[in-house]
């Protein structure tokens, strides 16, 4: 089955823990991306790949790192995470032309007291 | 940056009703995406319409584009009480990156 898998599911935290939330897909798609949920922000975008070794910064990348080393995997890094950066996270994937639907995975919810 | 407002925020309806969700941007567009959203699921892809095309259907669903207008609609006839989710619009500029810009969403609520 086509997926964006995305772990853990949830995850609580306290500050200054550094933290990875893994993202793999199998379709292999050039194009991934990271995107948080907030209440009344929407969605945000994080980070992006435009294939293996290439990344991005999105709208909101403070705090965060990603890493592209092979087609399939997107790690999201907090390296001091803090209580601000609690929220929703998704993980996105498609194909490299920019009118190719997104796929998404079912999310993190992240909280940090 | 919000590119995307979707209108109603939030929508109620009877089974069998249609609903109909609007959405503006403000910026020129490759392409407007509509995604739906159950609750603290992933967004799942509907529908894609290209900025030379006026409407689109799929299934229930039809979506209008009025480029001059910046605006979109999303049409969801004999509504079911599975369709309750939030609805969201997304805008892809031209360029490489064809980022997509997310609106706010409309929350459909569908009563049996």
């Known amino acids: 089955e086509a997926q964006v898998t995305q772990n853990p599911r949830y995850l609580i935290t306290v500050t200054g823990k550094k933290l990875t939330v893994t993202c793999s897909q199998n379709?292999?798609?050039?194009?991934m991306s990271w995107y948080r949920q907030d209440p009344g922000l929407g969605l945000r975008q994080i980070y992006y790949?435009?294939?293996?070794?290439?990344?991005d910064k999105g709208d909101v990348p403070e705090g965060y790192k990603v890493s592209r080393k092979e087609k399939r995997n997107f790690p999201l890094i907090l390296e001091s995470p803090s209580p601000n950066q609690t929220s929703l996270y998704f993980c996105?994937?498609?194909?490299?032309?920019?009118?190719?639907?997104?796929?998404f995975g079912n999310g993190t919810r992240l909280t940090v007291t | 940056s919000q590119q995307g407002e979707e209108d109603p925020q939030a929508l109620s309806i009877q089974e069998g009703e249609n609903a109909t969700m609007n959405c503006s941007y403000k910026?020129?567009?490759?392409?407007l995406q509509w995604y739906r959203q159950n609750s603290g699921r992933g967004l799942v892809h509907l529908i894609l319409?290209?900025?030379?095309?006026r409407e689109k259907h799929s299934g229930r669903l039809r979506v209008t584009l009025d480029t001059s207008k910046k605006s979109s609609s999303l049409l969801i006839t004999a509504s079911r009480a599975a369709d309750t989710a939030s609805y969201f619009c997304?805008?892809?500029?031209?360029?490489?990156?064809?980022?997509?810009?997310f609106g706010q969403g409309t929350t459909l609520q569908v009563k049996p």
């Open positions: 996105a994937s498609r194909l490299r032309t920019g009118d190719s639907p997104l796929h």
């Open positions: 379709m292999n798609h050039e194009y």
């Open positions: 790949s435009m294939n293996v070794e290439v990344t």
């Open positions: 910026t020129s567009i490759n392409n």
């Open positions: 319409i290209r900025s030379n095309e």
């Open positions: 997304a805008t892809a500029s031209n360029g490489n990156t064809g980022k997509l810009i």
